[in-house]
């Protein structure tokens, strides 16, 4: 396997092969192993400093990413936009140039348009890493997504059956994450109110089911997406209750099926809405796996893209 | 060879209590696997034996042309107060050696530390780091490389080469 990834950025899974992600993969199963040492921290990347730059919120992906750089030993600078002159007016350009003007060297960005972050690494020279555009690419969530189902089946997704629940329209997971799972050989299905599943899935080569007993009765996994409330302005479907009642999974669900399947949320969760409490807690779900695999598989990113620093 | 650096092993550390061994990655765990096995046929102990990888502690990261690619890190025991025998195939700049002082000290503070190289390539150091143990000396320029090669990376049988570089 190719040690260096073919990227110099992480803007998306689509710009990345299969040796890539299993290259990753590795060396987030290394990475893994460091964060669960006495000392959880490596000196790798002492000499780098990274900006976190959010023009969107988000809790977990920053507070994730920060971990990561810190474990890595890196510098970390934090940004957002709420606090910051984007509030003044000056262009998306100029804060990163300016950011980079400081001596940064890596960038993890998170921006509400699709693209910001691909616009950005034809301009300047840092490694970029796309912490979610819009409702385009969140890659590092597919890739400790897809990540933590590896490690559940010993190192092969060739052949699963993976069913992606939710607002697939708005979801920048769920995109990031088709790509993921067809490029490691694994079968993809959404799941979802007709309303919230975009026209193009079919030309994807993903199936669409809208009853939920029968995604369930195909599947492997399910990835439940959260439904996002500050992306419904268009009433999609009427009403939460309605969702929760149609596309909420809760135990007896899972009891009617005659298999076992492996259930993953990338948070936050809608407790009652998407997943009821019984079935996030029980031992289907791998949710708080997905969490400690999610510094571990930022770590590994920075670590390869610190090595294609030119 | 192996013989020797055991028995020269025995005498230094009587019975053993608070010995561990730790093979560094990739190729000095399997010089550690069989010091491991030959201290068993000798003394009758079984030594605990970890591996260390150390990639995420060298200061060459990025600097190399080729990048880094990093082992599994396994340390089934607790180094703290412990004896450790850090094993590895060549002993060349001590860089590596230095970076895996670095990262044992991750998991504790052991009592000691010992240094055992089957090749010690020397007047080549960087760091001011020499060997408890030697397999063997030699006498090296920089451009000459020493290859280990063991039956357990699936060649016919334990060699070691002096390759020298053709212009």
Redesign the interface.
Same mark, same amino acid.
């Given at each position: 396997m190719d040690?260096?990834l073919s990227v110099r950025h992480l803007l998306g899974i689509k710009e990345l092969t299969q040796s890539d992600i299993l290259h990753i993969f590795?060396?987030g199963a290394?990475f893994k192993? *460091?964060i669960n040492?006495?000392?959880k921290? *490596?000196?790798?990347l002492r000499d780098i400093t990274v900006a976190n730059v959010f023009f969107e919120n988000s809790t977990r992906t920053r507070l994730s990413f920060e971990l990561a750089e810190k474990r890595?030993s890196a510098d970390v600078i934090n940004f957002s936009a709420a606090s910051s002159s984007v509030k003044k007016g000056e262009t998306l350009l100029d804060t990163v140039r300016n950011i980079l003007s400081m001596k940064v060297d890596m960038i993890v960005m998170r921006h509400s348009c699709p693209g910001a972050p691909h616009f950005l690494s034809k301009h300047i020279q840092a490694n970029i890493i796309n912490a979610g555009d819009g409702t385009h690419e969140h890659p590092t969530q597919a890739l400790l997504d897809t990540f933590s189902m590896y490690q559940h089946f010993d190192g092969n997704l060739e052949g699963k059956k993976v069913v992606i629940v939710g607002d697939i329209s708005h979801s920048r997971v769920a995109l990031s994450n088709i790509f993921a799972l067809q490029k490691l050989g694994a079968e993809v299905m959404v799941c979802g109110p007709i309303t919230l599943i975009p026209k193009y899935m079919e030309a994807l080569g993903v199936k669409v089911e809208l009853d939920i007993r029968k995604a369930l009765q195909w599947c492997d996994v399910a990835n439940v997406l959260r439904i996002q409330m500050e992306r419904q302005k268009t009433k999609n479907f009427p009403s939460l209750r309605e969702y929760s009642t149609y596309y909420g999974i809760n135990k007896a669900l899972l009891e009617e099926l005659n298999k076992e399947i492996l259930i993953m949320h990338p948070g936050p969760i809608n407790r009652g809405v998407e997943l009821t409490s019984d079935v996030a807690d029980s031992e289907h779900s791998i949710i708080l796996d997905q969490v400690e695999n999610g510094v571990a598989t930022r770590m590994a990113i920075l670590?390869l893209l610190?090595?294609r620093?030119e | 060879m192996i013989s020797r650096l055991c028995q020269q092993l025995v005498e230094n550390h009587d019975d053993f209590q608070e010995t561990v061994l730790l093979g560094m990655q990739p190729k000095g765990i399997y010089l550690a696997e069989r010091i491991k096995q030959r201290l068993k046929e000798i003394t009758g102990t079984e030594l605990p034996l970890g591996h260390l990888?150390t990639?995420?502690?060298?200061d060459d990261?990025?600097r190399r042309s080729? !990048? $880094?690619? !990093?082992?599994?890190?396994?340390v089934p025991f607790i180094i703290e107060n412990k004896k450790v025998v850090l094993i590895d195939d060549v002993l060349f700049t001590g860089r590596s050696v230095r970076a895996a002082i670095?990262?044992m $000290?991750?998991?504790?503070r052991p009592s000691c530390i010992e240094l055992l190289v089957l090749i010690d390539r020397k007047y080549s150091r960087d760091l001011p780091i020499e060997p408890h143990y030697v397999g063997k000396s030699v006498n090296t320029i920089q451009s000459q490389r020493v290859q280990v090669e063991w039956r357990e990376q699936e060649h016919a049988e334990d060699n070691v080469w002096l390759v020298s570089s053709q212009l």
């Open positions: 040690s260096k590795e060396t290394q192993e *460091v040492r006495p000392i921290k *490596v000196p790798s890595l670590f610190a090595q620093q | 990888d990639t995420f502690f060298r990261f990025r080729e !990048p $880094l690619k !990093p082992n599994a890190t396994h670095d990262a $000290l991750a998991f504790g």
